[in-house]
């Protein structure tokens, strides 16, 4: 007999066996018996059509065999059959979260949350929603609730303090670290050290920000013993040091410090600073300092030099600040070991001295000297034994990069004579393939770079470098080839398809560029959004932390992370891709027929590599049409608009944010917006293209400004009449 459905059935409460029966479909689920709960699940509905809970048990459970589609239809009909139901709201709320559609999820949440309220598990969920949404303030609230539930939770009391520390509240997040304390549960077995070192360094991460460092330092001090991290204690200790004032203090934690590890370039930085030798942020290497201070640092690291012979970050900061003959003799000093024991990368570690034309010029002095050293007795200066072979050879190689960084032929010259001398060094072909790409000679650097990745088969790095080579070539499916060395081939007509699993930017990146490149637009902004999709996969990965980090109790480590997170769309590869996206949308609005446009280019002499055996047809022609349907949009400043908006929030220090904001909101006609992008791009001094950009800013404005509201117009009048 069939039953129909009726209202009664879809919020009828279950009773006898089919009670049970749901029982057994939650408990199959628990156990990831998902075919079993289905079936059950399928057994209830027989007998109570349409039922509300018992479809969204079966929807949680397609959910987690990963019919997405199916899960979202039943669990919306769970939903619709019975609008009192919290479990089929929380499903939904769980299916959007899978989705990570965090927005809906929170709102069904709330509404089971609103149905069931004494409800654990579903104000867990939720206030696990608001954390990722940064709504701090009703976080806050929930987290005291659940606090006040269950106590006895350890992770209840940390959460809610970092509630209240996020919310801003800095004195409540203490006093609750404080009560947990008091409660005696951190002197558990129970508890790790480190979990507790973690807690304590976090409470007093806190106290820090509040501006009372003297609390902090005193608290960290009083219980020094419990924390396990020393190296971070201490680094702490210092920075504490530094905002009381205590800059001796500080000096002497940084120099205790540099014994273990005299290569740290944070600590060579913190010691500068608390010696009040340089101020602000600075590279170690590189600090504008007038010549009283070079001298000053100099000497101190002769002394350094001296203390840690070995330590070669002591040689090349001693070598920043040095000038005149002291330079020469010190460089000279450093370069002869590493001819000598024939180091492949000398030239790298004092790259970052070829900013200044002087030193340029006095290192081209040293290499000469040594040049002529060598040729006329195979000895450097002041020494008395002959050079082994490899000298001359390395000095020559030295001399091919010094000469290529200056844009000179001679470097070809050189690094002739090294391949010609030993003709197996692999770091020779590698050097010649960066000379010919300087040069412009792109295909020929790709073969070069290609000679050097067949010489060693097993080097993950050549075959990266080979990879990037050839795509600067335009070469994109050999370089399609090289990359599937060392990737696995799920499918034959793919060989790359799990490059965008593993996340590989720099690739997806250059690759795009290539395309750009070659007139292939819809292939570019296709790995482009690819990488806006690992980004925003990087803020989802967080959401496992929510929970997992509070049960480890690394909390401290944990709020790094989520400032960490916040930021984390300023970071160079996605600014990188957002730039190119921007740009490419501008081009399109500017002249849709580009679409169909592609440049002309023999790329074929490459066959896409193909493994595997079966008919991927399909699976072909579907992943053919995303370029053409990512260049189908009718609304481009839209989709520019979109990618812009994160730009201008986080990545509004570069100059090139602004010049593209301005691109996009005159083209869209928002004045006001434009002339805030125009003030912006200003500031970082007007040079020709920013002068073209206020004539242009002027001429479109000047027959809109009577159309405007009179307010705004007054203020673009007034703000224009700067550029005058």
């Not at 005193?218 to 201490?234: A, H, M, P």
């Not at 920013?690 to 404005?701: A, G, L, P, R, T």
Request: with cysteine; proline share 2%.
């Amino acid at each position: 007999m069939v039953v129909q459905e009726t209202l009664q059935t879809r919020t009828a409460t279950l009773a006898g066996k089919s009670k049970n029966k749901f029982r057994n479909v939650f408990k199959s689920y628990q156990s990831k018996l998902h075919k079993k709960a289905v079936k059950i699940a399928n057994e209830i509905l027989v007998e109570y059509p349409g039922h509300a809970d018992t479809l969204a048990m079966k929807a949680l459970t397609y959910n987690s065999m990963g019919k997405t589609e199916e899960s979202l239809k039943l669990s919306k009909i769970a939903v619709k059959n019975n609008f009192s139901s919290f479990v089929a709201w929380h499903v939904l709320g769980i299916v959007y979260r899978s989705q990570s559609n965090y927005h809906e999820s929170a709102r069904c949440f709330h509404v089971a949350y609103t149905l069931e309220p004494e409800d654990l598990v579903i104000m867990t969920d939720l206030a696990n929603i608001q954390l990722q949404l940064r709504d701090f303030n009703e976080y806050t609230k929930l987290r005291n609730k659940i606090l006040q539930s269950k106590q006895s939770n350890q992770g209840n009391w940390l959460t809610f303090a970092m509630a209240a520390h996020l919310s801003g509240n800095y004195n409540k997040a203490i006093k609750i670290l404080d009560s947990l304390e008091n409660t005696g549960a951190l002197d558990s077995d129970k508890v790790k050290d480190y979990e507790k070192s973690d807690i304590i360094m976090y409470k007093h991460q806190i106290i820090e920000e509040t501006g009372d460092y003297q609390a902090a330092f005193d608290g960290l001090q009083s219980r020094q013993e419990e924390i396990v991290d020393k190296l971070t204690l201490y680094l702490k200790y210092a920075d504490l040091h530094m905002k009381l004032g205590r800059f001796d203090e500080a000096e002497n934690i940084f120099r205790s410090l540099l014994n273990r590890n005299p290569e740290n370039h944070e600590l060579h930085k913190g010691l500068l600073k608390s010696m009040h030798i340089i101020e602000g942020d600075f590279s170690i290497y590189n600090p504008e300092v007038n010549p009283e201070v070079a001298q000053t640092i100099v000497d101190m690291y002769d002394a350094f030099v001296e203390k840690y012979p070995r330590s070669r970050t002591c040689k090349l900061i001693r070598l920043n600040f040095s000038t005149g003959d002291n330079f020469k003799n010190l460089l000279e000093e450093y370069l002869i070991p590493s001819f000598t024991r024939a180091v492949p990368s000398t030239f790298k570690s004092i790259n970052y001295l070829y900013k200044g034309a002087e030193k340029v010029t006095l290192i081209e002095e040293v290499l000469k000297n040594l040049e002529e050293c060598l040729n006329n007795d195979n000895k450097f200066p002041n020494e008395e034994l002959e050079e082994p072979p490899t000298s001359i050879l390395f000095l020559n190689y030295f001399l091919a990069q010094h000469y290529n960084k200056l844009g000179n032929e001679l470097a070809m010259t050189y690094i002739d004579k090294c391949i010609e001398h030993t003709p197996t060094v692999v770091e020779f072909f590698v050097t010649k393939a960066g000379i010919q790409k300087a040069l412009g000679n792109f295909e020929e650097a790709s073969d070069l770079m290609e000679t050097a990745r067949n010489m060693d088969l097993a080097d993950r790095y050549l075959n990266a470098k080979s990879t990037k080579y050839l795509l600067r070539a335009d070469r994109v499916e050999k370089a399609r080839e090289v990359m599937s060395i060392y990737t696995k081939v799920v499918r034959s007509d793919a060989p790359l398809n799990n490059i965008f699993e593993m996340q590989v930017v720099w690739y997806e990146i250059a690759e795009a560029e290539s395309y750009l490149r070659l007139g292939e637009i819809g292939k570019a902004l296709e790995k482009l959004v690819n990488v806006e999709k690992h980004f925003l996969q990087y803020i989802d990965d967080q959401f496992d932390f929510h929970g997992y980090s509070i049960r480890k109790k690394t909390i401290y480590a944990y709020y790094h992370t989520l400032r960490f997170e916040d930021e984390i769309f300023g970071k160079g590869e996605y600014v990188k891709a957002a730039e190119h996206i921007v740009r490419i949308y501008l081009n399109i609005y500017d002249d849709p027929t580009i679409k169909r446009k592609k440049r002309t280019k023999n790329n074929q002499q490459n066959k896409p590599v193909r493994r595997g055996r079966g008919n991927q047809k399909n699976n072909q022609k579907e992943k053919e049409n995303i370029p053409e349907k990512l260049l189908s949009t009718k609304k481009p400043l839209v989709h520019a608009t979109r990618h812009l908006e994160r730009l201008v929030q986080y990545a509004g220090e570069k100059l090139e944010t602004h010049l593209l904001a301005y691109q996009v909101y005159i083209r869209r006609g928002k004045f006001l917006l434009s002339l805030r992008s125009l003030n912006r791009a200003a500031e970082f001094g007007i040079n020709e293209e920013i002068q073209n950009m206020i004539q242009d800013f002027k001429s479109k404005v000047e027959g809109e400004l009577e159309e405007l509201d009179p307010t705004v117009a007054k203020i673009i009048q007034s703000e224009i009449a700067n550029y005058d």
